[in-house]
């Protein structure tokens, strides 16, 4: 790890307090790993069916979570219990992310770079696909009439408006995060880095990192808001923490 990048997550958990510890600093195969902390309040844990979250988003009163294993699923997850209201597979294989622009579900298909329209109720209907040209997509999420999608492959973040034409592109970081799950949460973009175990904020201004913040599981994926409260999945442990990010009193 690069020793600039070592004293600024130093000097952050100075000024934040005991509660992010500096032995997170390592990331999950730093020899502390097991005692890692949450920086923010958790509120709940739920159990969830899934062991393989790919992403999650927050629609119409449930947890929309994507489902990597196998064939791959789409479960609606009630907030308050973990459990499932409903699953339904896909045409079109595996999820790899996933949003709503609050009335329809949109998720991503990595292995072939399209996005897919659906339906969120009666059932998860399939109405449209679109072409991204993106060659791995683990993260997006829809804000103020445009797309988000982070992009694995190249480490960046593209928009697209609503008819899913291309627009502009940012750098995500340093280029070594591995991004499983974005969102925008209490004004800020959230990332959920499943390989280094951080929880990061990203700037208001750009996609650059201006804080890591350690998570209580090693492999976080998923992120979903739902005004209130960030939940952040944990990837093969079928957990998911939901999160008082708001600043203390």
Request: charged share 25%; aromatic share 14%; glycine share 12%.
């Amino acid at each position: 790890m690069r020793e600039g990048r070592r004293k600024l997550e130093f000097v952050g958990a100075a000024a934040l307090g005991a509660a992010l510890l500096v032995s997170c600093a390592e990331g999950p195969s730093g020899p502390e790993a097991k005692k890692r902390f949450s920086h923010f309040k958790i509120v709940q844990k739920l159990k969830v069916p899934s062991r393989a979250i790919a992403d999650m988003t927050y629609a119409k009163g449930h947890i929309w979570l994507a489902d990597e294993d196998g064939a791959g699923l789409v479960y609606r997850i009630d907030p308050t219990t973990g459990s499932v209201v409903s699953s339904a597979g896909t045409s079109y294989g595996t999820p790899s992310a996933i949003c709503s622009d609050g009335t329809y579900l949109y998720v991503a298909h990595g292995a072939t770079g399209y996005v897919w329209r659906h339906r969120l109720e009666p059932r998860l209907e399939e109405l449209a696909s679109f072409p991204t040209g993106l060659a791995d997509v683990r993260g997006m999420y829809f804000y103020e009439g445009t797309f988000y999608l982070f992009d694995q492959a190249t480490a960046g973040v593209y928009e697209f408006d609503k008819n899913w034409s291309p627009g502009r592109t940012w750098r995500v970081g340093e280029g070594e995060e591995f991004i499983r799950g974005m969102t925008r949460a209490d004004g800020r973009v959230w990332s959920a880095d499943w390989r280094n175990g951080w929880l990061n904020r990203h700037r208001k201004a750009n996609f650059d990192v201006d804080w890591k913040f350690c998570t209580l599981g090693q492999h976080p994926a998923g992120l979903a808001w739902d005004g209130a409260y960030l939940f952040l999945g944990e990837l093969g442990a079928g957990e998911v923490y939901k999160l008082d990010i708001r600043p203390a009193d």
